[in-house]
């Protein structure tokens, strides 16, 4: 049983760039979440998903666009990649809107 | 807006020492939910505890414990005896009623010396 999973776990792009993470579960857990973990620092949330193609804007959405067709799924798209964008992206899910959220492995990513 | 400090940036402890771990929250809402996460060195993040803010009884697991403390907002975590492989970030986290957006301190690296 997998769980959670992330890919790609390393990515190195350039500014202006489109990237896109990738975040699956196999539990069907209604909540999805997408946080970066900046060098330092705790983690702030960009997008979160109550269900499928329902999402909502965290603390720090904009550069981001993310999408929820299938429970299991949810991408996590960095337009126009900017070198502020070089961070650890970690994927959560959670059975509840407050339940305990259980982390993926995280990606890191590297803007040149 | 709800915020977590954790005023401790890094502890450094000698092995079997105790050592407690400092968690100030702040929020308007009178429902919520306090966590704590560990980060070892390998980099993934690891559920140690969930508290509801209805329920302020302290909680003992193994050489863990939780004080919880409404009246001063804070959520502190004790680590008894600690070991090496105690050697990680501690993160708490305020998670908001009905929205499931949580908010994150900066995290406390403890390091345990042998």
């Known amino acids: 049983d997998a769980g959670i999973t992330q890919s790609p776990r390393y990515k190195i792009t350039e500014t202006g760039r489109q990237v896109t993470l990738m975040c699956h579960q196999t539990w069907s857990h209604s909540y999805m979440f997408w946080y970066r973990q900046d060098l330092g620092h705790g983690l702030r949330l960009i997008y979160y998903?109550?269900?499928?193609?329902?999402?909502d804007k965290g603390e720090v959405p904009d550069g981001y666009v993310v999408s929820r067709s299938k429970t299991e799924n949810f991408p996590l798209t960095l337009e126009s990649a900017t070198r502020s964008q070089t961070s650890v992206y970690f994927c959560?899910?959670?059975?509840?809107?407050?339940?305990?959220?259980?982390f993926g492995p995280g990606t890191r990513l590297l803007v040149l | 807006a709800q915020k977590v400090t954790q005023a401790q940036t890094e502890i450094s402890v000698v092995e079997k020492e105790d050592v407690t771990l400092d968690c100030v929250y702040e929020?308007?809402?009178?429902?919520?939910?306090l966590f704590w996460y560990k980060q070892p060195p390998s980099g993934e993040l690891v559920f140690l505890i969930r508290?509801?803010?209805?329920?302020?009884q302290n909680e003992i697991s193994g050489r863990y414990s939780w004080n919880f403390q409404k009246s001063t907002s804070s959520f502190n975590f004790t680590i008894t005896a600690s070991q090496v492989v105690d050697s990680a970030v501690y993160f708490c986290a305020l998670s908001r009623w009905l929205t499931g957006k949580s908010t994150f301190g900066d995290g406390t690296t403890l390091t345990v010396k042998p």
């Open positions: 508290r509801n803010s209805f329920d302020e």
């Open positions: 998903s109550a269900a499928a193609d329902i999402t």
């Open positions: 959560a899910t959670a059975t509840g809107e407050f339940e305990t959220q259980y």
């Open positions: 929020t308007r809402d009178t429902t919520y939910y």
